[in-house]
C-alpha cells in the first residue's frame, strides 16, 4: 500500500486548506485512514480518522469542529478540510492507513496503523 499526501502550503489564520490522501496498490474500502501531524519540536499526534464506510470518525478535540475527514472510494482518495486555521495547527501532516477498524481509544495510537505516507506541510501564518 502506498499513500500519497498532498495539498499543504501556507495560508493565514483563519484561512482554509484541503488535504488529500491517495492510495494506491491496494483498494481503499479495504482500510481505514488516519491522519497525524507533527509540529516543530513536537511528538507527531493523531487528527482524525474514519473508518471504511466513512460512518466511524474521530477528532482530536483541538480540531473538532474546525477539520472534517471524508473519503471517496471510487476515487481512493482521503480528504481532510481544515477550516479556521491557527497558527498552532502549523505542522508537517501525513496519512496513514490500517487494515483494522479502531476504536476512540485506539485511533490516535501510532501503532494501530501498518502503511504511512509522506507528510505535507501545512503552514499557517500571516
Known amino acids: 500500500v502506498q499513500l500519497q499526501a498532498s495539498g499543504g502550503g501556507l495560508v493565514q489564520p483563519g484561512g482554509s486548506l484541503r488535504l488529500s490522501c491517495a492510495v494506491s496498490?491496494?483498494?481503499?474500502?479495504?482500510?481505514?485512514i488516519g491522519w497525524f501531524c507533527q509540529a516543530p519540536g513536537k511528538e507527531r499526534e493523531g487528527v482524525s480518522y474514519i473508518g471504511r464506510n466513512a460512518v466511524r470518525t474521530f477528532y482530536a478535540s483541538s480540531m473538532k469542529g474546525r477539520f472534517t475527514i471524508s473519503r471517496d472510494n471510487a476515487k481512493n482518495t482521503v480528504y481532510l478540510q481544515m477550516n479556521s486555521l491557527k497558527a498552532e495547527d502549523t505542522a508537517v501532516y501525513y496519512c496513514a492507513a490500517s487494515r483494522g477498524n479502531l476504536i476512540a481509544s485506539s485511533w490516535y495510537h501510532e501503532r494501530s496503523f501498518d502503511y504511512w505516507g509522506q507528510g505535507t506541510l501545512v503552514t499557517v501564518s500571516s
Open positions: 496498490g491496494y483498494t481503499l474500502s479495504s482500510v481505514t
